[in-house]
Every structure is written in structure tokens, then in C-alpha cells.
């Protein structure tokens, strides 16, 4: 099946902007205290962190599309990415987390931003045709 890479690129770049919020302004400190990780601690050069970042968003973009195939109507694609951000991406990080003993507090920040990462994803997709 062909994609829209366009629309895969959007798609990347809107949880790329999402993440910059949602771990920024909105949840740093919250973040950084349920981790325990200070705000300041991450020692890694940006390119390499923000890389990773917006090739993980690309390539979960592109699968999302292919997912959804050709043309999705927006109503469709945005349920379809309330389910696999609500019902996969968040659902794997509490298995993670009960095991690793972390918050109900960090859960609610690292799933709710991959539940509005694909229902983004599923708006933007049901929209580009």
C-alpha cells in the first residue's frame, strides 16, 4: 500500500511539537519529581535525543497510516488512535510500570501523551487526503 508520506511527516512532526508541550511547560516538574530524574540531568547531546525522537514518531506515524489504509474517514482514524494510544501505547506502560513500582501519577503523564499522540495522528491522517 502507498502512503501519504506527507501526511506521515505531519503526523511525526505533530508529536514532536505535542512532546516539546507536554514534557515541557505542562509536565516537567511533575515528570522530573515522579521519575526522580532532575530537570537538568540529561546528559545526552540534544541531536541525538531529539533524532531519536522524531524517527520513533516517524516510524509509528507511517505504521499508524498503513494501519488505517488509504484514506480514512477523520471520525474512524481519530477512534483508531484513541485505541491504540489509549488501549496499546498506554496500556503497555502500565504493565511496565506496576512491575517497575512506578506512580499512577507518571502513568497518567507518559499515556496521556501517547493517547493524544495517535488520536493526533488519526486527525491529521482522516483529514490529509
Given at each position: 500500500m502507498e502512503l501519504n508520506w506527507l501526511a506521515?511527516?505531519?503526523?511525526?512532526?505533530?508529536?514532536f511539537v505535542l512532546g516539546g508541550v507536554w514534557y515541557g511547560p505542562?509536565?516537567?516538574?511533575?515528570?522530573s519529581r515522579e521519575t526522580g530524574i532532575p530537570v537538568d540531568a540529561n546528559k545526552r547531546h540534544p541531536a541525538q535525543v531529539f533524532g531519536t525522537a522524531f524517527v520513533a514518531?516517524?516510524?509509528?506515524?507511517?505504521?499508524f497510516a498503513w494501519w488505517l489504509g488509504p484514506e480514512p474517514e477523520l471520525q474512524a482514524a481519530a477512534c483508531k488512535g484513541l485505541a491504540?494510544?489509549?488501549g496499546i501505547a498506554a496500556m503497555s506502560f502500565a504493565i511496565n510500570y506496576s512491575f517497575a513500582g512506578?506512580?499512577?501519577r507518571l502513568w497518567l503523564i507518559d499515556g496521556g501523551y501517547h493517547t493524544l499522540q495517535f488520536v493526533l495522528y488519526g486527525i491529521?491522517?482522516?483529514?490529509?487526503h
Open positions: 506521515v511527516v505531519a503526523a511525526a512532526v505533530s508529536a505542562l509536565f516537567l516538574k511533575a515528570w514518531a516517524l516510524v509509528s506515524a507511517a505504521v491504540a494510544g489509549l512506578r506512580s499512577f491529521i491522517l482522516g483529514l490529509w
